[in-house]
């Protein structure tokens, strides 16, 4: 199997999977809100997660809040920084390229007469900078909503940029980021980054699934989305999974040990197969500059689908539009707001790589295309 999928979903590593498997054990398995001894463990070592992840992102250990999946870190952070912020002004700014997790959010505000200000992007996917400069100056606005590397092209946002541009004419405005294509790829540290709220997902890191983080920054509030019994301090009510916190904070730990080797990797990859798929006149359009973990590629006379459908006979996973949304069989929104057109983007695949594909995985790859090819007697 030649899985270049990761930007859906990644398998669990297997020191997530013998991670899991200590954490089942009863010693582990008291609620960490329980007055008794084993109560007492399950809290401590709850604890001793969170302050190690807030360790690994540069955050501190009460800024960390455990969540299911990204998208519910998204919520949390967007819906429960409105609710509790009614006099920060009726104003968002984002993007259309946004993953629908944020997009979902942001329609919901302007249902509620939120204004939201869709900021133009680029065929390099970054929003226009000045378009940014001009709506941060022209009104109040309570709330930036951006992604650090878009899910599916990797285009990277210029964040210190756009942070410096909000700190310069906007100060008050609070920052959400979506790192969740980030983490583990490229150097995070939260308070250097100087967000003020963060979402991650640990099923792209190879965790399990149904393990996300939301970083709130301290100092900033926010209303949590999910009441209930007040665990972690009233912002995420549920009782804590310590098994998820536990498998987060393997898989974090063990992404950024292996980081700089994965990245080169992941370049040694996208750039044979930017070189060899170009010369197949299959049209690249992930930016020059994209994070190398995303290669979006449009294969002539081939729709996405069928292209998806023809790799997989050989065995070989990749993506239409991104995983959650790709059943709907739609072009990509993300492709079309960065301005290819059409007939390209419906020819759109995503190829996306974890630290556990190699080059010889790539060259297996151009041979299937060309075996594709040649089967359809299409290539010009
Ligand atoms: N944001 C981005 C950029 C993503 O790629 C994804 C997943 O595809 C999400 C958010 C949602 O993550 P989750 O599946 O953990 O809800």
Known sequence: MIYFDNSATTFPSERVRSAVAGMMKDEFSGNPGSLHKLGVAADKAYGETQAAVAGLLGAASEEIIFTSCATESANTAIRGFVSRNGRAGKRVISTRTEHKATLECLALLEKNGYEVIYLPVGRDGKPDLSELEKALTEEKT??????????????????????????????????????????????????????????????????????????????????????????????????????????????????????????????????????????????????????????????????????????EMYDIYVSTVSACSSKAKKVSYVLLESGVDRKTAANAVRLSFSRYNTTDEAEEFIRRVDEIYDTFAVRK
């Open 142 to 311: 309570a709330l930036l909503c951006f992604t650090l590397v878009n899910n599916e092209t990797g285009s990277v946002l210029p964040l210190e940029q756009i942070v410096a541009m909000r700190n310069r004419l906007s100060p008050d405005t609070k920052f959400y980021l979506d790192a969740v294509q980030a983490l583990g790829k490229m150097p995070i540290d939260l308070h250097k980054m100087n967000v003020d709220m963060c979402s991650f997902s640990g099923h792209k890191i190879h965790s399990v699934k149904g393990n996300g983080v939301l970083y709130v920054k301290s100092g900033v509030r926010i209303d949590p989305l999910i009441l209930g019994g007040g665990q972690q301090k009233g912002m995420r009510s549920g009782t804590q999974s310590l098994l998820l916190a536990k498998a987060f904070e393997t898989a974090l730990e063990e992404a950024l040990e292996s980081m700089d080797s994965s990245h080169e990797n992941a370049v040694r990859i996208n750039d044979y197969l930017r070189k060899e798929l170009a010369a197949r006149k299959a049209v690249i359009l992930s930016p020059d500059d994209a994070l190398p973990y995303v290669l979006n590629v449009s294969f002539e006379g081939f729709e996405s689908e069928t292209m998806l459908h023809c790799l």
